[in-house]
C-alpha cells in the first residue's frame, strides 16, 4: 500500500522559495495533493499496485521536479499546472494507474476535477493536474495532450491497449483536433 503524498513532498526542493508561501498557491497545493492521494486510494481498492520513486522517496515522479515548480523555473512549460500548484506527476513506471485510470478512472477523475496527460507522453508517471487544462489543446474526457505543436513534441511511448476503454485516440490521432464535448 502506497503512503499519500503530503504537502511538503509536493512542495519539494522548492518548499523555502517566497512563491510557495503564498495562500492561494498553497490551497491549490493542498487541494492538488489531496485529489491525487484519493484517485490513488480507488486504484489501490480495485488492485492496482501503486509504488514509490526510489529518488524522491516518496510518490512523485521524476528528481524533484514532478510536483510543484515556481514560476521562475525553467522546467516544464511556462504555463505548466505545477507552476500554480495544480499539477503532480504520480510515479508509475509500470504504467498500473494509468491502465486503471483508463479502464475505471474517468468517473472518479471527473468528480475530482483531475485531468490527466495522455500517457503517450508519459511514459513513468501520471501527471495528474487538478482543473482542466488550457484551451486549444486536443482533448477527451479527461485525457488530454499537453503539445499544440506535435512535430516538435512527438510522443515518449508506445500506446496501452486501454486507451480503446477510455475513448481516447492513440497517437496520430483519429479525432479532429480541439476540444470535444
Known amino acids: 500500500m502506497h503512503t499519500p503524498i503530503t504537502v511538503e513532498q509536493y512542495l519539494g526542493p522548492y518548499k523555502d522559495h517566497p512563491q510557495m508561501q503564498s495562500v492561494v498557491l498553497l490551497g491549490n497545493a493542498r487541494q492538488t495533493v489531496e485529489c491525487v492521494n484519493e484517485f490513488c486510494s480507488l486504484a489501490e481498492a480495485d488492485g492496482v499496485e501503486l509504488e514509490d520513486n526510489p529518488a524522491t522517496g ?9 510536483g510543484a515548480r515556481p514560476s521562475d523555473t525553467t522546467v ?9 500548484l495544480r499539477g503532480l506527476d504520480r510515479y508509475d513506471p509500470r504504467r498500473a494507474l494509468a491502465k486503471w485510470a483508463l479502464t475505471y478512472g474517468n468517473d ?14 508519459t511514459r513513468s508517471w501520471l501527471h495528474n493536474q487538478w482543473g ?10 479527461v485525457w488530454f495532450v499537453p503539445y499544440a505543436d506535435l512535430v516538435k513534441n ?6 496501452l491497449v486501454e486507451f480503446a476503454t477510455a475513448g481516447v485516440s492513440p497517437y496520430p490521432f483519429t479525432e479532429p483536433r480541439g476540444r470535444r464535448s
Open 58 to 66: 516518496n510518490a512523485i515522479s521524476g528528481n524533484g521536479n514532478g
Open 76 to 84: 516544464g512549460a511556462i504555463l505548466s499546472a505545477h507552476k500554480d
Open 132 to 141: 482542466a487544462p488550457g484551451d486549444g489543446l486536443t482533448r477527451w474526457n
Open 108 to 121: 472518479h477523475a471527473q468528480r475530482l476535477d483531475l485531468y490527466f496527460e495522455h500517457p503517450q507522453w
Open 154 to 159: 512527438p510522443p515518449t511511448c508506445a500506446a
